[in-house]
């Protein structure tokens, strides 16, 4: 029985970091994306369609963050087509607390860059 849970026990300490680094967004060719921290591109307003009113630009967010697992179109891979979302509520929830298969981007997302992306998922995908 103890060999059990210690074999269990070390299971769980390299399956879970394994999984939440593979949706923390390494992109098919083993990549590893830019991390969460905002970058110049994703706080500075730039022309286009991809601004949230808060000028975070909701594409980069989706690049940094989510298109490692969503695909850079947002089609999937990892982890589920998202291209059909329509309710962006939903969707910052789901980015905030995270659920399922999905870690939570709540403690390195502001709530600007989840609302942008959430848009962005929402509307431009």
């Known amino acids: 029985m103890r060999r059990a849970i210690a074999t269990a026990a070390i299971l769980t300490l390299f399956t879970v970091p394994a999984a939440l680094a593979a949706c923390g967004g390494a992109d098919s060719s083993g990549a590893t994306a830019p991390a969460a921290s905002p970058s110049p591109?994703?706080?500075?307003?730039?022309?286009?369609?991809?601004?949230?009113?808060?000028?975070?630009?909701?594409?980069?967010?989706?690049?940094?963050?989510?298109?490692?697992?969503?695909?850079?179109?947002?089609?999937?891979?990892?982890?589920?087509?998202?291209?059909?979302?329509?309710?962006?509520?939903?969707?910052?929830?789901?980015?905030q607390n995270g659920g399922t298969s999905m870690p939570s981007f709540g403690s390195s997302l502001s709530d600007e860059q989840i609302g942008a992306v959430a848009d962005y998922v929402t509307t431009q995908l």
Do not use: E, K, M, W
Not at 77 to 95: E, K, S
């Open 41 to 95: 591109a994703a706080t500075t307003p730039v022309a286009g369609d991809t601004q949230s009113p808060a000028g975070v630009d909701g594409a980069a967010v989706f690049a940094g963050n989510c298109s490692g697992c969503h695909g850079s179109d947002g089609s999937g891979g990892q982890g589920p087509n998202i291209t059909t979302q329509t309710d962006a509520q939903h969707v910052a929830d789901r980015v």
